[in-house]
Structures are given as structure tokens and as C-alpha cells.
């Protein structure tokens, strides 16, 4: 997600979205909050959405002392990762292996998500803040998908100029998503544009070109 999901939109169409991915019937759904620094008022609001919903939802903290992460995820359906600080979350979850239990996860078939860092995470390469105040690129992505992505494409101002330039300048060519708006890819294949709100877009950045892509509306 390029932005949304409960921490943006009381009841969000994009939530519902990720947890009808999953075959489960009443899917387990893990919040890895570790962008945020396992933020208890982001831990708060995604109990007070999902548990609402029809599904068994968890959490992982990593800050502390974290109990068996790997196990822990091993055991979901679902994996929604946070928005916040990408750089710090990828750093934590090498120390932990969490990075490879993600994999792991992604590999057997759980449905993994998330809005801003939670979406950068899964790419090689992405847009951030998580270094200062300025936008920079990131290059050590998990790396699941290829090519780079960009959230918060028409949510903050110079997020669409700083991306195009990078790419323009020779970072690899991906993804950018407006608030509101995700890309659902199946294996490493780019399957559906989804959007919660009317105007929400997602876009395929190349060098010298953007191409929009129209979503489907939920």
C-alpha cells in the first residue's frame, strides 16, 4: 500500500482486501509494528481494526525481549508490516532472522503486506525518510520483488519528483502507489491494482517515463 490501511481510514477497504488473500477461513494475522519501534499506539489501532474482523490477530514485537519471532510467524496466514522507518526495521529483523522467516512465509504461500516502509521492505530497492528528513534511496531491500518502489506518490510532494529523478539517474525502474492505493503481486508477477479512494493510482516508473496504472476500485 502506498498509504491507508487503519492507521489512515477507520475502515479501509485495503485491509479487508489483504486479509481476503488468504485461503484461511478464519485467517491468523500478525502486526509486525517494527518500522514504528513496536509503537503501542500502532499496536492499539490494529487490534481495535482486525479484531473487528473475522480472523485471530497477533502481534510481533521485536523490541525487548522478543519471544521465538521465526516460530511465531512461521504460524501466520497473514504478515501486515507498518509504515515508518524501513532502514531500521530491515537492520532489526537481520538480527533477529526475521528477514528469513519472512521469506520463509512468502515462500510456503502466507500473504505478506503493509503500507509505506511495510511495502518498501518487500522490494530491492526504495524511497525513504528513515535516514533524516530528506528523501533517499535505500538499496538493501528484502528483495522478494525486484526493481524499486516509491510510497506516498501524490501524499507527499516530493515524493513523485525525488523517485523520477533517481530513476532517471540510473536506480532500478518499479513501482509507485498513491494513499489509498496497493499493488497485489502473485509470486514476483504484478496481478491487480486495487484503490480504496477515488483518484488513488499506482504508476510504473521508468527512466524518462511514468505510465499509469488505473486500479480497480474496492
Not at 509503537?39 to 502481534?59: G, T, Y
Not at 502466507?110 to 524511497?127: D, H, M, P, R, T
Not at 528513515?130 to 524499486?148: I, K, Q, R
Amino acid at each position: 500500500m502506498g498509504g491507508g490501511g487503519f492507521m489512515m481510514e477507520r475502515r479501509s477497504p485495503l485491509d479487508d482486501f489483504l486479509l481476503s488473500l488468504s485461503e484461511a477461513a478464519r485467517p491468523r494475522v500478525c502486526f509486525v509494528p517494527t518500522p514504528t519501534g513496536d509503537s503501542d499506539r500502532a499496536i492499539a489501532a490494529f487490534f481495535e481494526a482486525f479484531s473487528r474482523l473475522d480472523c485471530e490477530p497477533s502481534c510481533l514485537r521485536l523490541f525487548g525481549t522478543p519471544e521465538h519471532p521465526a516460530e511465531h510467524l512461521d504460524r501466520q496466514d497473514v504478515i501486515y508490516v507498518s509504515g515508518g522507518s524501513t532502514a531500521n526495521a530491515l537492520a532489526l529483523w537481520r538480527l533477529h532472522s526475521v528477514d528469513l522467516a519472512l521469506r520463509e512465509a512468502w515462500e510456503r504461500g502466507a500473504i505478506l503486506g503493509g503500507v509505506s516502509a511495510g511495502a518498501n521492505c518487500w522490494f530491492e530497492c526504495s524511497v525513504t525518510d528513515s535516514f533524516g528528513p530528506e528523501l533517499d534511496p535505500l538499496h538493501d531491500g528484502l528483495a522478494l520483488l525486484s526493481g524499486s518502489f516509491c510510497p506516498h506518490y501524490d501524499g507527499e510532494e516530493l515524493r513523485r519528483p525525488v523517485y523520477r529523478s533517481l530513476v532517471d539517474d540510473g536506480f532500478p525502474p518499479g513501482y509507485a502507489a498513491d494513499d489509498g492505493a496497493a499493488l497485489h503481486f502473485v509470486g514476483t508477477e504484478l496481478r491487480d491494482v486495487v484503490a480504496s479512494q477515488p483518484g488513488a493510482r499506482a504508476y510504473r516508473v521508468e527512466r524518462g517515463v511514468e505510465t499509469p496504472i488505473e486500479p480497480r476500485m474496492l
